[in-house]
């Protein structure tokens, strides 16, 4: 597998981006820490959301392509995808585990509601917890994205 280095160095520059969304919102997700959001704060808080996961499905789909060969194309690719990252093949050990997995299925989920709905029927509710935790979801998924290239790529 000789593009594996290849495949590294467009991985790292997804994790590259996710890191300078999340930096560049830090203060509004610190603030929503203890706080309800306004209107504004709240469209802001679900574009983060959902172009966080764009990012994670972005590696994904990098991983699909490069080293399982495989991408999922129907309807429910979003969620076989994330199947297909939950489970180990001959080629790579598992990139999530269940805790990752349904982690993911939220933020797959609410990112469904926000492409299919106004933004005013934005329900704060219905995010906080994705949302508050956010800087948790990123570390961890930075960290195993890195530890499964140590293993599979390097």
């Known amino acids: ?3 594996l280095p290849e495949i590294g160095d467009r991985i790292e520059e997804e994790l590259e981006q ?3 969304e999340i930096d560049d919102v830090r203060p509004l997700f610190e603030k929503l820490a203890n706080h309800e959001p306004d209107d504004i704060e709240m469209r802001a ?3 983060t959301l959902h172009a966080f996961y764009n990012g994670v499905e972005a590696v994904f789909l990098i991983i699909a392509k490069y080293i399982d060969k495989r991408v999922p194309n129907d309807v429910r690719w979003h969620r076989q995808l994330l199947d297909q990252m ?6 790579r050990a598992a990139v999530i585990d269940q805790r990752d997995y349904d982690t993911f299925v939220e933020y797959l989920s609410f990112r469904h509601m926000v492409r299919h709905n106004y933004p005013g029927t934005l329900n ?3 995010f906080r917890k994705i949302a508050r935790s956010l800087q948790e979801s990123h570390n961890r998924f930075d960290q195993r994205i890195r530890q499964f290239l140590t ?3 390097d």
């Open 1 to 3: 597998m000789s593009e």
């Open 18 to 20: 996710l890191k300078i």
């Open 45 to 47: 808080a679900a574009l």
């Open 86 to 91: 939950k489970s180990a093949t001959d080629r």
């Open 124 to 126: 704060w509710n219905r």
């Open 151 to 153: 293993e599979t790529v």
